[in-house]
């Protein structure tokens, strides 16, 4: 499945631990979407408080200076909004009912028809906010879906919303990749527009090249890939 014999989504939301999690993830199939006029929400659980050696740095400080970063780069590949959830960073919790719910309401405010998020079954996935917000954004989906799931989000014209279309990067196991020969410099740039987290920028050009040319299938040159789930 290429874009050729693809629908392009309207509407996309792509869901993630932390500032950069989808810039390295996904960011050149999100600038290949915005290209074809998908319309691109992050929503990004914590503000990546704890990322620094700086012993003067703030979390405080800090969280405002990634989630600027993160603006930053999303713009670089056109999306267009951002939703911070503002969980402390490093303590999400796998099955939290109010990150589900979080999770829930920005995916019921932002209706997407396709929702990108880290896959949690990737095995031997250190990192604890990496695996919670697979969980947060599967389960998020599903609850999404459901009016008696936080029902009480239901008010002010807030609807139920069903999403169709689930990609998970980071995993082991993709059936789904999407050409990004075209737009590997524009997740380059997104990636250096965390400059608070790239301490080698010259390097990260060649490590994402070799990424993308590794990580090919269907005759593409450079690719993301992704596990794909269809959802009735
Ligand atoms: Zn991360």
Same mark, same amino acid.
């Not at 810039?23 to 050149?28: C, E, L």
């Not at 737009?183 to 990636?191: D, G």
């Not at 920028?201 to 050009?205: G, I, S, V």
């Given at each position: 499945?290429g874009?050729?014999d693809?629908e392009v989504p309207?509407?996309?939301?792509? %869901? !993630? =631990? #932390?500032?950069?999690?989808i810039?390295? *993830?996904?960011? *050149?199939t999100?600038a290949?979407?915005? =290209? +074809? *006029?998908?319309?691109?929400?992050?929503?990004v659980a914590?503000?990546?408080? +704890? *990322?620094t #050696?700086d012993p003067?740095?703030?979390?405080?400080?800090l969280a405002?200076i990634?989630?600027? &970063?993160?603006? =930053?780069?999303g713009?670089?590949v056109g999306?267009r909004?951002?939703v911070f $959830?503002? @969980?402390q960073?490093?303590?999400? &919790?796998?099955?939290?009912? +109010? $990150?589900?719910?979080d999770?829930?309401? !920005?995916?019921?405010?932002a209706?997407?028809?396709?929702v990108?998020?880290?896959?949690?079954?990737?095995?031997?996935?250190?990192h604890?906010?990496?695996?919670? $917000?697979?969980?947060a954004?599967?389960?998020?989906?599903? !609850? =999404?879906r459901? #009016?008696?799931f936080?029902?009480?989000?239901?008010?002010?014209? $807030?609807?139920?919303?069903?999403?169709h #279309?689930? @990609?998970?990067?980071?995993?082991?196991?993709?059936?789904t990749?999407f050409? %990004?020969?075209g737009?590997?410099?524009? +997740?380059?740039?997104? %990636?250096?527009?965390?400059t608070?987290?790239i301490?080698r920028?010259?390097?990260?050009?060649a490590?994402?090249?070799?990424?993308?040319?590794f990580?090919?299938?269907?005759?593409? !040159?450079?690719?993301?890939?992704?596990?794909?789930l269809?959802l009735?």
């Open positions: 499945m874009l050729h693809f309207r509407r996309v939301m792509a %869901i !993630a =631990a #932390h500032p950069d999690d810039d390295f *993830g996904a960011s *050149g999100m290949l979407l915005a =290209a +074809k *006029g998908a319309h691109i929400t992050y929503c914590t503000s990546g408080q +704890k *990322g #050696h003067r740095m703030t979390s405080r400080r405002r990634r989630e600027d &970063e993160q603006r =930053a780069a713009r670089v999306a909004e951002f $959830l503002r @969980y960073d490093g303590e999400t &919790e796998a099955h939290d009912m +109010k $990150l589900r719910g999770v829930c309401r !920005a995916i019921r405010e209706k997407p028809d396709a990108f998020c880290p896959d949690p079954w990737r095995e031997y996935q250190t604890p906010d990496h695996r919670n $917000l697979g969980w954004g599967l389960d998020g989906v599903i !609850a =999404a459901d #009016h008696l936080f029902p009480e989000q239901l008010i002010k014209g $807030l609807t139920h919303h069903r999403v #279309h689930v @990609y998970m990067w980071g995993t082991n196991d993709p059936n990749w050409d %990004i020969t737009t590997l410099e524009t +997740k380059v740039r997104a %990636i250096l527009s965390h608070s987290q301490p920028p010259d390097e990260m050009r490590r994402m090249n070799n990424f993308a040319r990580a090919t299938r269907w005759g593409f !040159a450079r690719s993301e890939a992704f596990r794909y269809e009735a």
